[in-house]
């Protein structure tokens, strides 16, 4: 199975057949309590970023919907200073990524977005937000080649998956590996502040293209 097979696999057509409980775009606010959990109890700070993925329709309502997710996110920041952008993947998905220090309003604008499609009828289209954090520890340091000390991260991302209704934990590292003993102790953590996913099979990898950061570049 390829990778865009097994996105769609995961998170798509089989995840909608196989779905528990309804997707709630109101799930996003528990990351209000859960990005303080992480930050206190494991050491991960936010890393300023999330997105929204979709996949798109070939049809003039659909660019209307995009439209009106662009001109609220717009309106929104003067107040909530969240910076978005809206941009594709290599496997032909799109993203709405935000930006933001704050992580309250990071989240406000994730759910804004979200709602924004399913007012429009396009939630079917909706697959996953993605949350972004980041864990630098002085046991982490390292010499580069210049001499200088440098901090090494560790990315960890909470993937709420809108045909599951459920989050789950995602811990990349160099190589294309997972960190599964990181994504366990996320789920140990956060497990009954955010719903989770029990069923493993879901922890689906969303993996940078070639050369990028983030699942969505």
């Not at 309804?22 to 936010?46: C, K, N, Q, R």
């Not at 220090?101 to 399913?118: G, K, R, V, Y």
């Not at 997972?178 to 102790?185: G, L």
């Not at 996320?186 to 950061?213: H, Q, V």
Request: aromatic share 12%; proline share 4%.
């Amino acid at each position: 199975m390829g990778l865009l097979d097994g996105l769609r696999s995961v998170l798509g057509l089989r995840a909608e057949t196989d779905a528990r409980r309804d997707a709630d775009p109101e799930d996003l606010f528990g990351m209000s309590t859960a990005y303080m959990t992480m930050e206190a109890d494991l050491g991960y700070e936010s890393a300023d970023v999330g997105a929204l993925c979709f996949s798109g329709v070939d049809s003039a309502s659909f660019r209307d919907a995009v439209d009106e997710v662009e001109a609220i996110l717009e309106a929104g920041r003067e107040e909530t200073g969240t910076e978005f952008s809206v941009t594709s993947d290599d496997h032909g998905y799109h993203w709405v990524v935000l930006r933001d220090d704050d992580p309250e309003d990071l989240i406000t604008s994730m759910h804004f977005a979200a709602d924004t499609f399913i007012e429009r009828g396009y939630g079917s289209r909706l697959l996953a937000a993605v949350f972004a954090y980041e864990k630098g520890d002085a046991a982490l340091r390292h010499r580069d080649g210049g001499g200088e000390a440098a901090e090494v991260t560790e990315p960890a991302y909470w993937i709420y998956s809108f045909r599951r209704g459920r989050f789950y934990p995602f811990a990349p590292r160099s190589g294309r590996e997972r960190d599964s003993s990181a994504e366990f102790k996320l789920e140990s953590t956060l497990d009954g502040e955010l719903e989770i996913e029990r069923d493993k099979e879901y922890w689906y990898p969303l993996w940078p293209s070639e050369g990028g950061t983030h699942p969505w570049e």
